[in-house]
C-alpha cells in the first residue's frame, strides 16, 4: 500500500514556491527583541484586513444602520472573531507547510478536484475584482464627477501601479495599503464624530440580540452580513504572502512565526472590525435616527450624509473611503489572482499578464451595466458579486480546516481538540447560512 505523502518536504519537491519572486524576502531579526519581530511580521495581516472592508461590504452594513440601528453590531463582531479564527488557519497552514491554499489542494486532491477548485475560485476573484471596480467607479463618480462608463476604463490603468510596487519589493506593497487603510480610517473616525452616535446603544448592539434572529429580515441581513465578511480569496491570499518572512524553517522558527504572525492578522482583523462597524454606526446615528430606514446604496447613502449632517466635507470623506476601499482590494486581488492560478496549475505567468486577464474579465460586465443600467445597475451587479463569493466560500474553508486538522500533514503543529471543533462549528455555520442566503436571492428574489 503506497504510503500517503506527507505536506513535509513538499517545497523541496517543486521549483516554484508561493510567490517565488518574493519568498522569504523580508528579514526577521534573529534576536530576542519582541517589537523587532512583531514590526517584522506586520503587514500580510492589513493585506488580509482589507478584504474585510472591501465595497462588497458596506451596501450590508449600510443597510443593517439604516433598518435596525445598532442592533446588528454584535453580527459584526461574530462575522469578525469567525475570520480571525479561520485567517489563523491560514497562515498556519503556509508557514508550517511551506505551501499557499492552492498548492495544499492541487497536491492533495486528484487532478479534476483541482481544476474544479481552480475554475470555482477563478471565478470568485474575478466576482471580487468586480466589486473592486465598481467601488472605484461610484468614488471616482461621486469625488469627480467622471462618468462611469469612463471610470470603468480608468481602473484598468491600476494595473500599471500595482505592477511598479510589486517590483520594488513587498514591503512597498505592505505600505501602500497601510497608507489606504490608514485614510480610510481618517474618513471614518470624521464621519463618526460628525455624526455623533450614542455610546450605550453601541455597547448594546455589541451583545447579541434575540431579536435578530425573530426578526426575518433582521436575520436575512445578518447572514449578508456574514457571507460579505468571510473572503474566500483571503484564505489563499494569507497562507502565501506569511511566506515572505524569513523566519527560520525549523519546529522552533515556525512555532515563532505562528506566534507573531497570529497577533499581525488578530490585529489587523480589529482594525477592520471598527472600520466595517463604522459603517453600520454612521448609518445607524445617520439614516436610522432621521427615519431613512429604505437606504441600503452606497449612492443614497453618499447623497443623504451632507443634508443629514450638515457638513459638504462628510459626502467627500465618504467618497475617498470608498475610492482608497477599492484601490486597496484591487492590490490584494492581484496578489490572489496570481497565487491561485501558479498554486492550483503549477505554472507561472508574468503578474502583468495575469492582472490583465483578471482586470478584463470584470471589466466587461461591469461596462454593460453602466452603459445600460447607470448606477443602479451597478448595485444590482455588486450583490450579484457577492452572490458568488459565498458559493466559493465553501469550497475554500471545507479544505483549509481539513489540512489543519490533519496529524500527518500539520506534525505538532495540528489543530488542537478545541481549535478543531470550533473550526469546523464555524464552516458548518457558514456553509449552512451562506446557502440559505444564496437559496433566498435566486428562488425567492430578496436582496
Not at 500599471?160 to 501602500?176: A, D, M, N, W
Not at 490585529?267 to 446615528?285: C, K, P, Y
Not at 446557502?435 to 436571492?441: A, D, E, G, S
Request: a positive charge; one cysteine or more.
Amino acid at each position: 500500500m503506497q504510503k500517503k505523502k506527507s505536506f513535509i518536504g513538499w517545497r523541496n519537491e517543486n521549483k516554484h514556491p508561493s510567490l517565488s519572486e518574493v519568498f522569504s524576502s523580508v528579514s526577521v531579526p534573529k534576536q530576542k527583541g519582541i517589537w523587532k519581530k512583531l514590526f517584522a511580521f506586520t503587514g500580510p495581516g492589513l493585506l488580509i484586513a482589507v478584504g474585510y472592508m472591501d465595497p462588497g461590504n458596506w451596501a450590508t452594513d449600510i443597510a443593517g444602520g439604516a433598518q435596525f440601528g445598532y442592533m446588528l453590531l454584535s453580527v459584526i463582531f461574530i462575522s469578525n472573531f469567525f475570520a480571525i479564527i479561520l485567517q489563523h488557519l491560514a497562515l498556519k497552514l503556509g508557514i508550517v507547510c511551506e505551501r499557499d491554499l492552492a498548492q495544499a489542494c492541487r497536491d492533495h486532491y486528484p487532478a479534476w478536484i483541482s481544476f474544479i477548485l481552480w475554475i470555482l475560485c477563478e471565478i470568485s476573484i474575478a466576482a471580487c475584482d468586480l466589486a473592486e471596480i465598481i467601488g472605484s467607479v461610484l468614488a471616482l463618480k461621486l469625488l469627480f464627477g467622471i462618468p462611469m462608463t469612463w471610470g470603468v476604463l480608468i481602473t484598468a490603468i491600476d494595473v500599471l501601479i500595482i505592477l511598479f510596487f510589486q517590483y520594488k519589493g513587498f514591503r512597498y506593497i505592505e505600505s501602500v495599503v497601510a497608507a489606504l487603510i490608514f485614510t480610510i480610517l481618517v474618513c471614518f473616525s470624521f464621519e463618526i464624530i460628525s455624526s455623533k452616535p450614542e455610546i450605550f446603544p453601541i455597547l448594546k448592539g455589541i451583545i447579541p440580540n434575540s431579536e435578530i434572529i425573530k426578526n426575518s429580515h433582521s436575520f436575512y441581513i445578518s447572514i449578508g452580513i456574514l457571507g460579505a465578511t468571510v473572503m474566500p480569496h483571503n484564505l489563499y491570499l494569507h497562507s502565501s504572502i506569511i511566506q515572505t518572512r524569513d523566519y527560520p524553517r525549523t519546529t522552533e522558527g515556525k512555532k515563532m512565526a505562528i506566534k507573531y504572525a497570529t497577533i499581525d492578522s488578530t490585529l489587523s482583523l480589529s482594525l477592520a472590525f471598527f472600520i466595517n462597524a463604522a459603517i453600520l454606526i454612521i448609518s445607524a446615528a445617520t439614516f436610522h435616527k432621521a427615519g431613512y430606514t429604505e437606504v441600503a446604496d452606497i449612492m443614497d447613502a453618499h447623497k443623504l450624509l451632507t443634508p443629514i449632517l450638515g457638513s459638504s466635507l462628510s459626502g467627500v470623506f465618504f467618497a475617498l473611503a470608498l475610492l482608497a476601499s477599492g484601490q486597496n482590494s484591487t492590490l490584494t486581488g492581484t496578489l490572489a489572482g496570481q497565487i491561485v492560478m501558479e498554486g492550483f496549475l503549477n505554472i507561472k505567468f508574468k503578474p502583468w499578464i495575469r492582472r490583465l486577464i483578471t482586470r478584463l474579465i470584470a471589466i466587461v460586465p461591469a461596462m454593460i451595466a453602466s452603459i445600460v443600467y447607470g448606477e443602479k445597475g451597478t448595485t444590482e451587479l455588486l450583490i450579484i458579486s457577492q452572490i458568488i463569493l459565498s458559493i466559493q466560500l465553501s469550497f475554500a474553508i471545507v479544505p483549509l480546516v481539513n489540512f489543519t486538522g490533519d496529524s500527518e500533514k500539520m506534525g505538532p503543529f495540528v489543530n488542537g481538540p478545541i481549535l478543531k471543533i470550533s473550526a469546523w462549528l464555524i464552516t458548518i455555520i457558514i456553509v449552512l447560512l451562506n446557502l440559505f442566503l444564496l437559496y433566498n436571492t435566486l428562488f425567492l428574489g430578496r436582496r
